[in-house]
């Protein structure tokens, strides 16, 4: 059965794209159709600085302003962006500077398209730097994202300067048109077009923690059958990438925050506690819709007794992630430790290990010694993963395992804790 196409506009600003994405957030705030797992939408506290999109100025919040806001989560780039500073904080406050970067000028359009008169973006409400109001501010981080009405994902951008809702960031393939006729119940000869185009392949990167295009897929989902089939290099050169899901403070951004939008270079997607999809899968027939695995742990999720998802899936995941400054290995994990410990009622969090099951916690190794490097007891402890800048694994992740894992200095045949 062929289902009735979906218009993908080359602007990510247009009114199909805002259309569907007032769609997929009504349903989703309201727990309609498909968004089970989703939670109603409340008034949430507003960040301490947000940017009042209809006065273009930054607006300090007072205690009990609540309201709907939108975050962004979005690359700096090798260059620092418009910033506010102790010096420009006042000026901030009456105006925000005429020329701002595109990415940020992107997720003010959609902000107010959206009917939204909030925005929140780290380097203008936060005070760069000031260390104290950094220290302050990165402390409730994680309530930013988790109070967000909704998150925009600028995948489509490299940095802060180069947007996300035209081109070149924004690239959409032409339709083929075939031409078709037919001869109707009176005889006569009608002829039509039919336009085809390939579905894009968004809706199945998206339950992943990354989808960067250098990396192959079958290698990274060895167990997930759903991605098994695009295996072919032409096909793996038109799948999409964004430089944004491999950066380490993006991880619990993404983690935490209720819902996504993702402006991606193909298409428009769409994450939430429920359910992934995109634009070119909107009006398909495809009845399933993939389930996010970074937003499910915050959803319906029951941990098994050694909680084996926190080093199979968060830590193992978030390790090979880029960081600038690796310092920050723990700082961009808290906010994500934080929401996991309302899973972990009587535990304690120790630098990226937990009290209850450390004897499970303790058993990570580096994946390349030629890609590791030890970061200081300054960072972490040397017993935590964390004090590793390079990819952690979890040889021994079972009860009773039978794996064999020889390393320099001991050799583990079997270990029942």
């Given at each position: 059965?062929?289902?009735k196409?979906?218009?993908?506009?080359?602007?990510?600003?247009?009114?199909?794209?805002?259309?569907?994405?007032?769609?997929?957030?009504?349903?989703?705030?309201?727990?309609?159709?498909?968004?089970?797992?989703?939670?109603?939408i409340?008034?949430?506290?507003?960040?301490?600085?947000?940017?009042?999109?209809?006065?273009?100025?930054?607006?300090a919040?007072?205690?009990?302003?609540?309201?709907?806001?939108?975050?962004?989560?979005?690359?700096?780039?090798?260059?620092?962006p418009?910033?506010?500073?102790?010096?420009n904080?006042?000026?901030?406050?009456?105006?925000?500077p005429?020329?701002?970067?595109?990415?940020?000028?992107?997720a003010?359009?959609?902000?107010?398209?959206?009917?939204?008169?909030?925005?929140?973006?780290?380097?203008?409400?936060?005070?760069?730097d000031?260390?104290?109001?950094?220290?302050?501010?990165s402390?409730?981080?994680?309530?930013?994202?988790?109070?967000?009405?909704?998150t925009?994902?600028?995948?489509?951008?490299?940095d802060?300067?180069?947007?996300?809702?035209?081109?070149?960031?924004?690239?959409?393939?032409?339709?083929?048109?075939?031409?078709?006729?037919?001869?109707d119940?009176?005889?006569?000869?009608?002829?039509?077009?039919?336009?085809?185009?390939?579905?894009?392949?968004?809706?199945?990167?998206?339950?992943?923690?990354?989808?960067?295009?250098?990396?192959?897929?079958?290698?990274?989902?060895?167990?997930?059958?759903?991605?098994?089939?695009?295996?072919?290099?032409?096909?793996?050169?038109?799948?999409?990438s964004?430089?944004?899901?491999?950066?380490g403070?993006?991880?619990?951004?993404r983690?935490?925050?209720?819902?996504?939008?993702?402006?991606?270079?193909s298409?428009?997607?769409?994450?939430?506690?429920?359910?992934?999809?995109?634009?070119?899968?909107t009006t398909?027939?495809?009845?399933?819709?993939?389930?996010?695995?970074?937003?499910?742990?915050?959803?319906?999720?029951?941990?098994?007794?050694?909680?084996t998802?926190w080093?199979?899936?968060?830590?193992?995941?978030?390790s090979?992630?880029?960081?600038?400054?690796?310092?920050?290995r723990?700082v961009?994990?808290?906010?994500?430790?934080?929401?996991?410990?309302?899973?972990?009622?009587?535990?304690?969090?120790l630098?990226?290990?937990?009290?209850?099951?450390?004897?499970?916690?303790?058993?990570w190794?580096?994946q390349?010694?030629?890609e590791?490097?030890?970061?200081g007891n300054?960072?972490?402890?040397s017993?935590?993963?964390?004090?590793?800048?390079?990819?952690?694994?979890?040889?021994l992740?079972?009860?009773g395992s039978?794996?064999?894992?020889?390393?320099?200095?001991?050799t583990?045949?079997?270990?029942?804790l």
């Amino acid at each position: 059965m062929i289902g009735k196409g979906y218009d993908i506009s080359p602007y990510g600003i247009s009114e199909t794209c805002i259309n569907l994405a007032r769609q997929w957030l009504y349903e989703c705030t309201n727990c309609l159709g498909k968004h089970a797992k989703c939670q109603l939408i409340k008034p949430a506290q507003l960040p301490t600085r947000v940017i009042d999109v209809e006065e273009m100025r930054l607006y300090a919040t007072i205690p009990g302003d609540a309201g709907q806001y939108v975050a962004l989560s979005h690359c700096w780039g090798g260059s620092h962006p418009v910033r506010t500073t102790i010096d420009n904080l006042e000026s901030h406050m009456v105006r925000l500077p005429e020329s701002l970067p595109q990415t940020f000028a992107d997720a003010i359009a959609v902000t107010k398209a959206l009917s939204l008169r909030y925005l929140w973006i780290d380097s203008l409400c936060i005070v760069q730097d000031s260390k104290e109001d950094w220290s302050s501010e990165s402390a409730h981080m994680a309530k930013v994202y988790e109070n967000a009405f909704v998150t925009i994902s600028a995948d489509g951008a490299k940095d802060s300067f180069e947007g996300f809702l035209s081109a070149p960031s924004r690239s959409i393939r032409p339709a083929k048109v075939i031409q078709y006729s037919y001869v109707d119940g009176a005889g006569s000869e009608t002829s039509r077009n039919v336009f085809v185009r390939q579905r894009g392949k968004l809706g199945l990167m998206l339950p992943y923690h990354d989808f960067p295009k250098e990396l192959s897929i079958p290698a990274r989902n060895q167990r997930r059958q759903d991605v098994q089939h695009i295996t072919r290099r032409t096909e793996m050169e038109e799948a999409p990438s964004s430089r944004l899901s491999t950066r380490g403070w993006v991880f619990q951004e993404r983690f935490l925050s209720p819902r996504t939008l993702h402006f991606a270079t193909s298409e428009l997607g769409w994450e939430c506690r429920s359910i992934c999809t995109c634009e070119c899968s909107t009006t398909s027939f495809r009845p399933v819709r993939k389930t996010s695995l970074l937003k499910y742990w915050l959803s319906d999720f029951r941990p098994d007794t050694n909680h084996t998802y926190w080093r199979t899936e968060l830590v193992r995941e978030y390790s090979r992630l880029d960081l600038t400054v690796p310092s920050d290995r723990l700082v961009a994990f808290s906010g994500l430790a934080e929401a996991v410990s309302r899973l972990r009622p009587g535990d304690a969090y120790l630098a990226g290990l937990w009290k209850n099951t450390l004897r499970w916690d303790l058993l990570w190794c580096v994946q390349d010694k030629r890609e590791s490097k030890r970061l200081g007891n300054l960072v972490a402890p040397s017993w935590s993963w964390a004090s590793v800048d390079g990819p952690v694994v979890y040889p021994l992740s079972r009860r009773g395992s039978k794996l064999k894992w020889v390393s320099q200095r001991f050799t583990i045949e079997q270990i029942d804790l």
